[in-house]
């Protein structure tokens, strides 16, 4: 058994470099802020999906558009399709589970929208056929990923690559630049309500 306090250390250490690493990327991450507050500006919505841990990262951020992440302002369009249990199972069980975002997108996403899949490796299908039908709606797309992008990457306008292949602190940056995001077009927001 591994000594706790050294495991500690360690994912403590791992995490600092990984976020440390994030703050020279602005000019890879302020583009998705921007996207993201001339959407909603518009009137427009921001849907995201994901699997697994990257799915409750989808509703996370979807939750802070929608109720607040800091400050009292109007209430936002953030939707994650990775939420109504009917639509999932129906989908996966009738046409399979690689187009169940696609789908949502399909019914959901109109043009100017902005949809983000989230995937940690890439890789992942239904990632990969969310972003597909999200271009072809006329969506701005948006992946975040890891430091390689997988197959996903060429598939979106604008790429999180956040620079670990470790899904642990993939997931944690991800959620550290969704954050500051959203706190960005709160803010935003909040100052047109004053």
């Known amino acids: 058994m591994s000594d706790f306090n050294q495991l500690f250390s360690a994912h403590v250490s791992d995490h600092l470099s990984v976020a440390q690493a994030l703050s020279g990327m602005t000019a890879q991450i302020r583009p998705l802020a921007e996207a993201w507050l001339t959407a909603l500006q518009a009137g427009k919505k921001v849907l995201f999906f994901g699997n697994g841990g990257s799915a409750a990262d989808a509703q996370h951020l979807a939750a802070e558009l929608v109720v607040r992440f800091r400050q009292n302002r109007r209430a936002l369009p953030g939707i994650a399709l990775t939420t109504d249990t009917s639509i999932l199972t129906a989908h996966s069980n009738d046409f399979g589970f690689e187009t169940v975002f696609a789908r949502q997108v399909e019914a959901l996403a109109q043009p100017g929208d902005v949809v983000v899949g989230i995937s940690t490796s890439g890789n992942s299908p239904s990632i990969m056929a969310g972003l597909k039908a999200a271009k072809e709606v006329g969506c701005v797309t948006i ?13 979106a306008d604008l790429v999180l690559h956040v620079p670990s292949d470790v899904t642990a602190r993939i997931q944690e940056c991800h959620m550290l630049v969704g954050h500051v995001l959203c706190d960005w077009v709160e803010d935003a927001f909040a100052q047109k309500q004053a």
């Open 143 to 155: 992946c975040f990923t890891g430091a390689g992008g997988g197959a996903c990457a060429p598939l």
